[in-house]
């Protein structure tokens, strides 16, 4: 198991909420949405982003409109993916 720190994110709009998150990555390359809930559900990786000198966890959120990716910090989910750049 991998724990990977997510730098970056793709959402079409871009200025949608969480749910418009399409791809996560880094500088080592980026996944689909699907697939880090995926490897998030099944224990294969865990995902997370470091903002403000904090850790935050990726999380899986079910959603009204399905499932999506949130980060999870000090009991509270917050919006450190929405405040990552775009990635290439």
Same mark, same amino acid.
């Given at each position: 198991?991998?724990?990977? @720190?997510?730098?970056? *994110?793709? $959402?079409?709009?871009?200025?949608?909420?969480?749910?418009? *998150?399409?791809?996560?990555?880094?500088?080592?390359? $980026? !996944?689909?949405? @699907?697939?880090? *809930?995926? !490897?998030?559900?099944?224990?294969?990786?865990?995902?997370?982003?470091?903002?403000?000198? $904090?850790?935050?966890?990726?999380?899986?959120?079910?959603?009204?409109?399905? $499932?999506?990716?949130?980060?999870?910090?000090?009991?509270?989910?917050?919006?450190?993916?929405?405040?990552?750049?775009?990635?290439?």
């Amino acid at each position: 198991m991998a724990d990977v @720190q997510v730098t970056c *994110i793709n $959402k079409l709009p871009r200025n949608d909420t969480h749910e418009g *998150i399409t791809h996560l990555g880094n500088s080592t390359g $980026k !996944w689909t949405r @699907q697939s880090v *809930i995926d !490897w998030i559900e099944t224990g294969a990786h865990t995902f997370f982003t470091f903002v403000g000198g $904090k850790r935050a966890d990726v999380g899986v959120v079910d959603g009204p409109n399905g $499932k999506y990716v949130r980060t999870y910090a000090d009991g509270y989910y917050n919006d450190n993916l929405l405040a990552l750049p775009e990635c290439p």
